[in-house]
């Protein structure tokens, strides 16, 4: 038992994980979690679970790595030899503009049920990155661990009522109907790329690590209760992941109107779908929860790109010392202005780029996955965790080269 010094210390430490989580739960939960659910039924559901268990030590090896070398992944890297650095920035700054206008434009879609007099999503985009960049530039991680506390219990406890709701109403797919099968060559491409941001991408590890490095500077955390707060946020994602496919297949699945598979139109789907199978009273209630979940990813993106885009360019330059307090507000700035340029110039190609970036995000990850671990080799990993994360080397890195040669040979 905790005594009260423990507990409090233990809640003072909460952050970092749950920071993760709200990252998590925006396009990989409510477009590829539901998507799952609604093409295939709960077909996928092991798969999605297995994935998130398969990816689990790669994460936390990150976390673990930084309460006992109180350094971020992202110096581990250059410890490694700056070639690993130049990779991981490279990769890095590609998610980060890419992720970003993704983000923006599905949480500006569903703004959209709430803003009055059906303005155009560049104005919501243009509003958006200005409430969150006004967050985010007026405190910084303080505000972001604080919001994402109030963020996550929000949105776990409206996910499950309308789970529960969905689960009372019962499945909408028709008693004979056959699910198709997503177990065929020409269904890989979206498997990849459901896995390859499930829970998050892999470089949300380094991004992860500079927001406990944030909160070690805000108080102390010890090594369990480090851990406690990672594993609190991971499970948070994971069993969320496992809600909106539960939401997919009760409320979508096999029903006549297709599915859409750009993340905008989906979400607004998915609520004119909700709506329409329980009543219209729910719409806004379905609405709020997908905004929700949008909202706390971009916050999260926005302020997680930056840090390590920040962090990795000052140690490539070789500078002595932390960087300078102001070069974290600016490429915060960079950043949102690189995510709304492409969606002010590329916004009919934003779907098949965010499609190249989960795939990639997959592709990389048996990359990063290596670093990460090797990273703590020698710092008493357990038994059982080293042979899953083998088993995890070995699934994830096979799955790789099964997409590759299907791309190259065989679609």
Not at 347 to 363: E, I, N, R
Request: glycine share 8%; with cysteine.
């Amino acid at each position: 038992m905790m005594d009260k010094t423990q507990r409090i210390n233990r809640w003072r430490a909460l952050g970092p994980g749950l920071v993760m989580a709200s990252a998590a739960v925006g396009a990989s939960h409510l477009v590829a979690s539901t998507q799952s659910g609604a093409l295939f039924g709960w077909q996928l559901l092991w798969l999605i679970v297995l994935v998130n268990i398969l990816k689990y030590p790669f994460f936390r090896f990150g976390v673990q790595y930084t309460l006992s070398r109180n350094e971020s992944l992202i110096e581990g890297y250059q410890r490694k030899g700056k070639g690993w650095l130049v990779a991981f920035t490279v990769l890095n700054l590609i998610a980060a503009v890419v992720n970003t206008a993704g983000v923006l434009l599905l949480t500006a879609s569903l703004l959209q049920y709430f803003v009055p007099g059906n303005p155009s999503l560049t104005v919501l985009c243009v509003l958006l990155l200005a409430v969150c960049l006004t967050i985010l530039l007026a405190g910084h991680y303080r505000l972001l661990d604080g919001l994402s506390r109030l963020l996550m219990l929000t949105l776990t406890v409206c996910t499950f009522i309308a789970l529960f709701i969905a689960w009372r109403n019962g499945p909408m797919a028709p008693a004979d109907f056959v699910s198709p099968s997503p177990w065929q060559l020409s269904m890989l491409a979206f498997i990849v790329a459901t896995m390859g941001w499930m829970p998050v991408p892999i470089e949300l590890s380094a991004i992860n690590s500079m927001w406990l490095r944030s909160k070690q500077k805000l108080t102390s955390v010890s090594a369990s209760d480090g851990l406690f707060d990672f594993n609190l946020g991971y499970a948070v994602a994971v069993v969320l992941a496992v809600a909106f496919v539960s939401l997919g297949a009760l409320l979508q699945h096999g029903t006549e109107q297709p599915i859409a598979m750009a993340g905008a139109a989906f979400a607004q789907q998915l609520v004119a779908m909700y709506a329409g199978t329980i009543g219209e009273w729910a719409r806004l209630f379905i609405a709020f929860i997908a905004f929700m979940c949008m909202f706390g990813t971009t916050l999260a993106v926005l302020d997680g790109y930056a840090r390590t885009l920040n962090e990795s360019f000052h140690l490539l330059r070789n500078k002595e010392g932390a960087p300078k307090p102001g070069a974290l507000t600016a490429w915060t700035l960079v950043q949102a202005s690189s995510g709304m340029a492409i969606i002010l110039f590329f916004q009919t190609a934003l779907s098949p780029m965010l499609t190249f970036a989960m795939t990639l995000a997959f592709l990389t990850t048996p990359f990063f996955a290596w670093l990460n671990f090797s990273l703590v080799r020698g710092m008493g990993i357990s038994k059982g965790m080293n042979a899953l994360a083998w088993v995890g080397m070995v699934y994830l890195s096979a799955f790789s080269v099964l997409y590759l040669l299907w791309y190259l040979f065989w679609r």
